[in-house]
């Protein structure tokens, strides 16, 4: 059985976003607003993000799962940054709360829908529905 589209979109919601945080996460610090002229090691802030890109391309439910944990800290940062830093930083700290929103719905969304699939699945047909979704 197919996966069904809504759940294809939130995993290209989901791996969108997390895209997006981890290019504007370079720009900003290295071209578009660092803190310190010439780029800031800030820029390595991007790299937890990366661990994470893996396991959404591979479509792991546990990724998805503690991701939408893990954007809260980024979320977090945005808010603080948009409260306190000058233009631009603080229109891209708007950005990056945006970019967390939508990352945390998308993973939740994709949580919930592969879940209800996996276990409308096994209803119509156990042979076919995976041991471990």
């Known amino acids: 059985m ?7 979109l939130t995993r290209l919601m989901a791996v969108g976003s997390l895209l997006g945080l981890i290019v504007l996460g370079l720009a ?3 071209w578009l607003a660092p803190v310190r002229p010439g780029g800031t090691l800030l820029a390595l802030k991007v790299l937890p993000l990366c661990v ?3 396991g959404l391309l591979k479509n792991r439910m546990y990724t998805y799962r503690w991701l939408s944990l893990m954007v809260w800290l980024y979320f977090t940062e945005g808010v603080v940054r948009a409260s ?3 233009a631009p930083s603080n229109y891209l700290a708007m ?3 945006l970019l967390c929103v939508v990352l945390f719905v998308a993973c939740a ?11 409308a699945t096994a209803l ?3 042979a076919a529905a995976p041991v471990n979704p």
């Open 95 to 97: 950005l990056e709360v």
């Open 124 to 126: 119509t047909d156990p």
């Open 84 to 86: 306190g830093d000058r």
């Open 52 to 54: 994470p890109l893996t």
């Open 109 to 119: 969304l994709h949580v919930r829908l592969r879940l209800q699939h996996a276990k």
């Open 28 to 30: 900003w610090e290295l």
């Open 2 to 8: 197919r996966t069904p589209r809504h759940v294809q």
